[in-house]
């Protein structure tokens, strides 16, 4: 049987070998493209008129890419591609956001600013001009990273967020939104930094969550016309100044238990009732959540303006959880979104104390000046002395 003859090589293209260095055929391939402006002349050889427009979210040039920006920018390169191949005229300018914590953090380290005072005092002027200098530190490693791997954008005819017209046709975009009754003022709440002064985004708080100790509390709230207690779980006593209500879970079974030792009579959920009582205890009588809606507490301060009928008062909250605490948990609509979320459907109102630096204001006077988190200790110790702290623990779990 006669060997199968050699193919003769075609004379377009090399014949193909298993033995392939691929940093040097990449480098082969970007070579030829700069060789040929393949990019730019894929761009100008179609009509402007059969345009295909690319948005690209822009990334912030104070730091390195990484292989979410490879990753992405890769994904990226196919959608322009794809349209180039059909004929369309594809321009895709490179931009850098140049707004926002990241170079405002970077330039508030280099120039040791650690709050929003400092920054005023500095003056903002300059701080925005250190800022202006500092935030394209790295263009060039970036335009050699997304070249090298094989991503067709425009870096010459680059953009930057802090271009005036950039700017411009942004505040245009939001007048045209206003003019049509497309925007609204309202509140909403939003992941915030004290040191900053500033709210952050989701983003921004995922990538930085650590492990660490809070205090882990159980209060007991007494309610009106009886000598019973309501026991509430929390693990931010700073919120509590701005407490408007309780919330139960309307379907799960709570007990009222009475104390053998030391007194006193209290609601908990039934499931939690073994963590805080024991088998001495007495359980009175059980009764669902729902049961328990409507029925007044008196407040723990006296802080708060009276704004709704609604105010101090039990609510009925699917959102509430028995897994831990006490099964009830104190509402301040200010801080947190079933919070904000329950006491928009009740009408309770929002009541801030804090300061954009994170410090109680003098509406609550007691604690002008101090930081939320800095209040922790006092406020608890303010509660025992008025007999409204059952339980004091610490918890030690991931937070932002």
Not at 75 to 84: E, G, L, S
Not at 322 to 338: K, L, N, Q, R, Y
């Amino acid at each position: 049987m006669s060997k199968p003859s050699k193919s003769p090589e075609h004379p377009l293209f090399r014949a193909v070998t298993p033995d392939v260095n691929f940093p040097a055929l990449e480098e082969r391939i970007l070579g030829l493209w700069n060789r040929d402006d393949a990019f730019r002349q894929s761009v100008e050889r179609r009509s402007p008129e059969k345009s295909f427009a690319f948005f690209d979210g822009p990334p912030f040039a104070t730091g390195l890419p990484h292989y979410g920006h490879l990753l992405a920018g890769t994904i990226k390169d196919i959608v322009p591609r794809y349209w180039t191949m059909r004929g369309y005229r594809v321009e895709r300018r490179f931009g850098w956001d140049c707004h926002g914590l990241p170079i405002e953090n970077l330039i508030q380290d280099e120039l040791k600013l650690h709050t929003v005072k400092d920054i005023r005092d500095h003056g903002v002027g300059a701080f925005n001009e250190a800022c202006r200098a500092g935030v394209l530190k790295y263009t060039k490693e970036w335009r050699r990273t997304v070249s090298r791997m094989g991503r067709w954008v425009d870096f010459d005819n680059e953009y930057k967020t802090m271009d005036a017209d950039f700017m411009e046709s942004v505040w245009w975009v939001f007048q045209r939104c206003f003019d049509l009754g497309l925007i609204y003022q309202g509140w909403r709440i939003q992941p915030y930094s004290p040191a900053l002064a500033t709210s952050l985004s989701n983003f921004e708080v995922n990538q930085n969550y650590k492990m660490r100790q809070d205090p882990s509390v159980t209060l007991a709230f007494a309610l009106e016309g009886s000598d019973e207690q309501f026991l509430v779980w929390t693990t931010t006593p700073w919120t509590l100044p701005s407490n408007m209500a309780i919330a139960v879970k309307p379907d799960l079974d709570y007990a009222l238990v009475e104390r053998k030792e030391g007194g006193g009579k209290f609601w908990v959920a039934d499931s939690r009732r073994g963590t805080y009582f024991g088998e001495a205890d007495v359980v009175l009588r059980t009764v669902k959540g729902a049961e328990l809606a409507g029925r007044r507490y008196k407040p723990l301060f006296e802080y708060a303006p009276y704004m709704s009928e609604n105010q101090y008062t039990i609510l009925a909250a699917d959102f509430v959880s028995d897994a831990d605490g006490t099964g009830a948990v104190h509402i301040a609509p200010s801080f947190g979104e079933e919070d904000f979320q329950l006491g928009k459907a009740e009408g309770l109102g929002l009541w801030d104390p804090l300061d954009a630096d994170g410090r109680f204001t003098d509406l609550v006077p007691e604690w002008k000046g101090v930081g939320a988190k800095d209040a922790d200790k006092d406020i608890l110790r303010k509660l025992k002395a008025d007999g409204r702290l059952y339980r004091h623990e610490t918890l030690e779990h991931s937070y932002p």
